[in-house]
């Protein structure tokens, strides 16, 4: 039977986290209005007291960036450019992007890089150290990959921290913190890292034409700079890039948001997707379709995820406070994500770290039960440890649960820090029905859904077809659509019944079945036993019978009850229409030994007739036959049968012998019948004979039955 590719009615975004990972049109995105004060603020951890901040530099040359889907290794924090940030962004198509903004040098970078520089961008600060250690992630990208790689222009950056204790060969005895790892302090530039020389920390992009892919030829994997400080001294730090040899081809410093730690410890927690073999990356909530804003359960609980992802620092009331989280977890779908950083200075140690906890979650049953244990072997400073949450199929609405992680740093100070997580139940995908419309002269009929509920985008199959809009651009995500459906067979007859299935799969990777059953008023050929009930074939809600024809005479009154008395139905629906539950029943038949005859015709609210003969014959149960071929009496009938396939009519002889047995093999079988012979053909002799009927409804009758030979 036909069915055409399904079409989409209405896309339905809502603004409502999580990390990208699928094809979406949202790009690497910058901004260059947040002031180097802003800048700074989204750099550092909440340990860190900063002062004296200074720019040098044109405003392009500095601000924020998202990496949205992009192929950058960080996710979001600030970039510094030898150019216009904006050209960061992708595809990359253009083969020597930048900006000649007319900068001069940087005598750092000019000693660091053996060669004159242009166009430098300098962001510096004061920072008071509250633990023992400093540290903070980045990453270096250049348009100068890989053609300029090994050759006089070199682009180079460089982090230059300046303070007590701190003993170096650049200005107020600093030293450079943008080294090359497991070198003697080699500058990061495109001659250290690239694809022939330190290549395990290079990723190449270069003619990568993919829309959310950077522009940058080259870059690195995202690396650490860390130091050793004195407690309580206050620092100095100037992150630094510049052109080198030249002006032209931009080259790029990523600085990590939050990342910026002067303390000893810290815990962060994010929120990433959970698959079956590990975390990966899924559409992000504020792009979902089909979530709500307010995630509401049955015990009466709710969280306002559409709120909380537009707004993380906002207080959301959750086991009777209110509370800032740091993550939002959705069992089955996405987990929490925690680093845990200890102090540089006791790298050489194995150490074990407790985490506490605290929270209606319970440990060992709703998240990992090794999960308050972080262990530290020699030579790691920081761990990434999963919270553990998978969909447990309980009804727990809104679950919680603190982590704190308490440390003695190496100034003596007692570090606390911690991490609040909402544990929330999983939303199952809901599909409604459109409503069924009428069918067009052709036999087909228009289907489809309104308004599908989950996490998608979606993965469908319907009827039988896969389709998914998760490759589209969110745009075209869509939460209804239909299809139009053949509803007649290979004869072109309309067929009674058409069951429709549809499969969706949500970005938790979690299927759901639903079954859209479409009935026609199709009426056969039926034989039915004097003062009997029947179902009326079914009919879809919102298409009710309008009208009962005998032998194509109408027998319903303008209140459709039923004139005369030869039919009576008795109606479940409280309205003037017939409902789909309705069932008729004859209360009168004709003289003669077979009931009479008549057409029914059923008519729909859409003007489709369906007609057939129906037949009312007489059920009563015969105690006395005579099978002599004279065509009067000759054989023994059970009727009233239709509907119940599998019904079994055994004959037993007077010393319990059988000798015959029959089963009716389709519902459309009336009746059973005994013509007096064995089974074998042979003549079953006069006498008294015992009747057993066992229908597959469960309900059993017997009887006696007299056989006589008439000459």
């Known amino acids: 039977m036909m069915n055409t590719i399904p079409r989409p009615r209405s896309a339905a975004i809502f603004s409502l986290l999580w990390v990208a990972g699928l094809n979406l049109q949202a790009q690497i995105t910058t901004d260059n209005s947040p002031t180097p004060e802003e800048l700074v ?49 992708g595809p990359n198509t253009t083969g020597s992007a930048g900006e000649i903004v007319g900068g001069g040098g940087y005598p750092d970078l000019t000693t660091l890089g053996g060669q004159n520089t242009n166009d430098a961008a300098v962001l510096e600060f004061d920072f008071i150290a509250t633990g023992d250690s400093l540290s903070f992630n980045f990453c270096f990208g250049s348009e100068e990959y890989n053609e300029w790689v090994d050759s006089d222009f070199n682009d180079v950056f460089g982090l230059f921290l300046d303070g007590p204790g701190i003993t170096g060969t650049f200005q107020n005895n600093g030293i450079n913190l943008a080294t090359v790892p497991d070198t003697d302090g080699t500058p990061i530039s495109i001659n250290s890292i690239n694809n022939n020389l330190n290549s395990d920390y290079y990723i190449d992009n270069e003619s990568n034409a993919d829309p959310n892919a950077t522009e940058m030829d080259g870059f690195t994997v995202t690396m650490t700079a860390s130091s050793v400080l004195q407690c309580g001294e206050t620092y100095h730090i100037r992150m630094c890039i510049a052109d080198g040899g030249d002006s032209s081809y931009d080259s790029v410093v990523l600085l990590e948001a939050g990342s910026f730690s002067a303390g000893s410890v810290d815990l962060n927690a994010d929120a990433v997707p959970l698959a079956a073999d590990g975390l990966e990356d899924v559409v992000p909530y504020n792009e979902a379709v089909g979530l709500p804003a307010i995630f509401s359960y049955g015990n009466g ?101 603190e982590i704190t992680f308490e440390y003695v740093n190496g100034c003596g100070e007692t570090v606390i820090t911690s991490s609040r997580v909402v544990i929330l139940d999983p939303l199952p995908v809901e599909a409604v029905p459109s409503p069924v419309s009428c069918l067009d002269e052709a036999g087909n009929q228009t289907l489809g859904y309104d308004n599908i509920s989950g996490y998608g985008p979606f993965q469908f199959v319907w009827d039988g077809n896969p389709w ?68 009326f074939p079914m009919f879809n809600p919102g298409i009710p019978i309008v009208d009962l024809l005998l032998d194509g005479e109408s027998i319903l009154d303008q209140n459709n009850n039923i004139l005369g008395d030869t039919l009576s139905i008795d109606r479940t629906n409280a309205g003037n229409t017939l409902d789909g539950n309705a069932l008729w029943r004859l209360n009168a038949i004709e003289s003669g030994s077979f009931g009479w005859e008549r057409v029914l015709t059923m008519v729909d609210s859409c003007g489709f007739e369906t007609s057939a003969l129906l037949r009312v014959r007489d059920c009563e149960i015969p105690n006395v036959f005579t099978p002599n071929n004279d065509g009067q009496n000759d054989n023994f009938r059970i009727r009233g049968l239709d509907g119940l396939m599998g019904s079994r009519l055994v004959i037993y002889n007077r ?57």
């Open 301 to 401: 609980e709710s969280f306002p995820y559409g709120a909380w992802s537009n707004d993380n620092a906002i207080l959301v009331e959750v086991d009777g406070q209110n509370v800032q989280v740091d993550a939002v977890v959705i069992e089955g779908c996405n987990d929490a994500q925690f680093t845990v950083v200890r102090p540089e200075i006791e790298i050489d140690l194995l150490d074990t770290l407790y985490l506490g906890l605290d929270g209606s979650a319970q440990l060992g049953l709703d998240y990992n039960e090794s999960f308050n244990e972080v262990i530290m072997v020699p030579g790691q400073t920081e761990s990434v440890i999963t919270l553990g949450v998978s969909d447990d199929g309980f009804e727990e609405g809104v679950e919680t649960v």
């Open 41 to 89: 603020a989204l750099l550092v951890g909440p340990d860190v007291q900063v002062s004296n901040i200074a720019f040098t530099g044109t405003d392009v040359q500095r601000g924020s960036f998202v990496n949205n889907n992009g192929n950058l290794t960080i996710g979001e924090g600030i970039v510094l450019s030898t150019g216009n940030i904006a050209l960061m962004a």
């Open 468 to 535: 998914s809009n998760a490759n589209e651009a969110p745009s075209e995500w869509v939460t209804s659509f239909d299809s139009l459906f053949s509803m007649t067979n290979a004869e072109g007859e309309l067929i009674s019944s058409r069951a429709i299935e549809l499969t969706v799969v949500d970005q938790c990777n979690k299927p759901y079945a639903f079954e859209q059953i479409v009935y026609h008023p199709v009426l056969t050929e039926t034989e039915i036993c004097f003062d009997d009930r029947q179902d």
């Open 655 to 711: 010393y319990g012998t059988v000798v015959f047995q029959d089963e009716t093999l389709s519902d459309a079988e009336f009746e059973l019948v005994w013509n007096g012979r064995h089974n074998n053909g042979n003549s079953a002799a006069e006498g008294t004979y015992q009747w057993v009927l066992i229908r597959p409804d469960g309900i059993s009758d017997r009887g006696q039955l007299t056989l006589i030979r008439q000459r």
